[in-house]
C-alpha cells in the first residue's frame, strides 16, 4: 500500500494518520471471510421499505460504508471518483449498496430526507442507501471504517473486502492516481478468474456505532 508524498499542512497529515490508524485494524472478529457466503441482512432503504440481500440474487453487489462527514467519505465523493465507480459498476449490472451506520447523534447519522438531498447534490449513483443505526448489518460484516467496501459475486460469495483503494489519504487529488481494489475485484470477478488481491486493510473513519 503506497502513501501520498503530497505535501499537507501537519495539522491535516495528524488528522489523516489518527483516523487511517483508528480504521487500520482491518475486519472485527466477527467478519465474514472472503470466498464464504456474505451474511443475510435486511434494511430500510430511502423510501422507508425494507430491502434484503436476497433480493438481489444473482447480480454483483458491492457494499459502501458511508459517513458524508468523514474526510476520507469526502476525498472520495468531492473528488467525484465515488460516483464514477457507482455509475461504472451499475451500469455493468451490478448492485452498490451504501449503508450508513452511524447511531443517532453520531456524526453521520442522516434522515432519508438529508441523505437525498446529498445524493442529488453530489450527483451520486448508489442503487439505494441503507439506514442501519442500530449497527447490525455494520457488526455482522465487520465494517470498521468509512468507506469500507465489499464485493459480493452472483453467486452470493464475498470475493473482496477492504479499502476502496491502496492510497490511505484524505486528498481528493490522490484518487485519480490510485489503484481500485473495488473495480479490480469486480473485474476479474465477473470474468471468472480468480481476486487477486481479495482482502485488504481499509482505511478512514471508524464507524461511528452506537454502544
Known sequence: MKTSVRKRTPLVAALAAAMWLA???AAGAGAPKVGEPAPAFSATDLDGKTRTLSEFKGRYVV??????????????????????????????????????????????????????????????????????????????????????????????????????????????????TAKNYVRAAHEEASAGKPVSTASTAPYGCGVKYGN
Open 23 to 25: 480504521g487500520a485494524g
Open 63 to 176: 457494499l459502501e460504508w458511508h459517513n458524508r462527514g468523514c474526510p476520507f467519505v469526502k476525498k472520495h465523493y468531492d473528488s467525484g471518483n465515488m460516483q464514477r465507480l457507482q455509475k461504472e459498476l451499475t451500469g455493468k449490472g451490478a448492485v452498490w449498496l451504501s449503508i450508513i451506520s452511524s447511531a443517532p447523534g453520531k456524526q453521520g447519522y442522516v434522515t432519508a430526507a438529508e441523505e437525498k438531498q446529498y445524493l442529488a447534490a453530489k450527483h451520486a449513483a448508489p442503487t439505494t442507501v441503507l439506514f442501519d443505526p442500530e449497527g447490525i448489518v455494520g457488526r455482522a460484516y465487520g465494517a470498521k471504517t468509512t468507506p469500507h467496501m465489499f464485493v459480493i459475486d452472483d453467486k452470493g460469495v464475498l470475493v473482496y473486502a477492504g479499502a476502496i483503494d491502496d492510497n490511505p489519504s484524505a486528498d481528493a487529488a490522490d484518487a485519480a
